[in-house]
């Protein structure tokens, strides 16, 4: 017995090391979880490339880190108040045993009291069918995860990515009220809104406000409180080769099908506003705005010759779904992601930069 306690008592300290990380805040009072919410949240994703120093940080709730985990990052938040969270992604078909999803969640909730983070964005962005087993696993591993991390770390947040509509986007058919229930909130993708198009091929925005508006009105009649949900902002665009454009703009592009639909986004390729904001200047057509979509686009000719339509968001149309998602109650507005725009120390990149974080909060 004695030995085995002397044996156990030296092992112990080897073992526990790697659990307690030291704090790496320069105030260890940073390293603990931030506490209560504030009136309005905004969501910022970060993908890493450490353009995190120059966001705006005044109106700033939440981070969510898709990228690598970055300590100043965090202790630089918990300074200014704002969360940070893991990004949570698993296939669900290996979630349907509860035994499989408490493994699962144990590992998140370690990883995230390890990092001193504040909970998880989970993004699933998988096919559910209405009738597999996944339809419950998915609401059940949500509801699952928000316990344990409210437990664990108190104050924590806990959301999930659901898509611009509930009505089976990219099939991805979810139990969507359960969804908003287990969890703190949804944050809804509202772009990528051509994913699915069974219309003419025409290169199409991003996020055009009546669609966008639309799917909030559809996740509200269906019950789920506007408190709930959390509006997502595109900080890019499009740009669509065309196969031939009219001049009237009518970008004719080659169909890409996609679960189902005929014609896709897919065909495009996105980028991000620092490079549209470069490639604007240049082009044949200037900045035009969409009077009906409410989205502005531009149009270039390449080195081949082929002609391009880029559509995309600027501070004017994201301010008018901003306005929308304050009036309307939601819980908050956030974007993917914060790394899109050009954080140059230069009067032009700062103005651009400083107008599209303004335009969240009109
Ligand atoms: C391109 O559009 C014009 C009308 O704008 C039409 O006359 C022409 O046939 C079209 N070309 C192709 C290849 O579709
Ligand atoms: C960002 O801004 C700088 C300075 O205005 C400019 O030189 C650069 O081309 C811009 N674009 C990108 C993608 O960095
Ligand atoms: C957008 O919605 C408004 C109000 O419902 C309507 O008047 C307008 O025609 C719609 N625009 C489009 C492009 O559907
Ligand atoms: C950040 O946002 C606040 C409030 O909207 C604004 O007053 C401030 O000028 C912005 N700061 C920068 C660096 O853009």
């Not at 307690?20 to 009136?39: F, K, N, T, V």
């Not at 990883?111 to 993004?123: F, S």
């Not at 069974?198 to 925005?205: K, L, Q, S, T, V």
């Amino acid at each position: 017995m004695r030995l085995l306690r002397g044996r156990l008592a030296l092992l112990l300290p080897l073992v526990a090391l790697p659990l307690a990380a030291a704090c790496p805040c320069g105030d260890p009072d940073l390293c603990r979880p931030i506490q209560g919410a504030r009136e309005f949240e905004v969501f910022v994703f970060d993908v890493g490339g450490g353009t995190w120093r120059f966001y705006n940080w005044t109106h700033i709730t939440t981070v969510a880190t898709f990228g690598a985990y970055d300590p100043e990052l965090m202790c630089y938040a918990h300074a200014r108040g704002a969360r940070v969270v893991l990004k949570g992604d698993v296939p669900v078909e290996k979630m349907l045993e509860p035994a499989a999803r408490e493994l699962w969640i144990t590992q998140q909730v370690e990883l995230a009291k390890k990092q001193y983070m504040d909970g998880i964005n989970i993004d699933i962005e998988q096919a559910v069918n209405r009738l597999s087993p996944e339809y419950d696993a998915l609401t059940n591993l949500v509801k699952e995860t928000t316990d344990a991390f409210h437990r664990a770390i108190p104050g924590s947040q806990v959301t999930f990515d659901v898509a611009w509509s509930p009505a089976c986007i990219d099939q991805r058919c979810y139990n969507y009220i359960g969804l908003a229930n287990a969890c703190d909130f949804v944050f809804v993708m509202s772009y990528d809104e051509q994913s699915q198009n069974w219309g003419e091929c025409i290169a199409r925005p991003n996020a055009p406000y009546n669609k966008t508006v639309s799917g909030y009105e559809d996740y509200i009649n269906m019950g789920i409180h506007p408190k709930k949900l959390v509006m997502g902002v595109p900080w890019y665009g499009y740009d669509y080769t065309c196969l031939n454009l009219s001049k009237d703009h009518i970008c004719s592009i080659k169909p890409v099908p996609f679960h189902g639909a005929p014609c896709s986004d897919a065909a495009g390729r996105q980028v991000p506003y620092k490079i549209i904001m470069d490639q604007v200047t240049s082009s044949i057509s200037g900045s035009q705005w969409d009077e009906e979509q409410e989205a502005p686009y531009y149009e270039y000719k390449d080195a081949l010759g082929h002609f391009h339509q880029v559509w995309y968001d600027d501070p004017w149309s994201i301010s008018l779904k901003a306005a929308y998602a304050q009036q309307r109650g939601l819980r908050g507005i956030g974007m993917w992601n914060g790394d899109c725009l050009n954080y140059s120390r230069t009067a032009v990149a700062e103005q651009q930069t400083e107008a599209m974080w303004q335009a969240l909060i009109p």
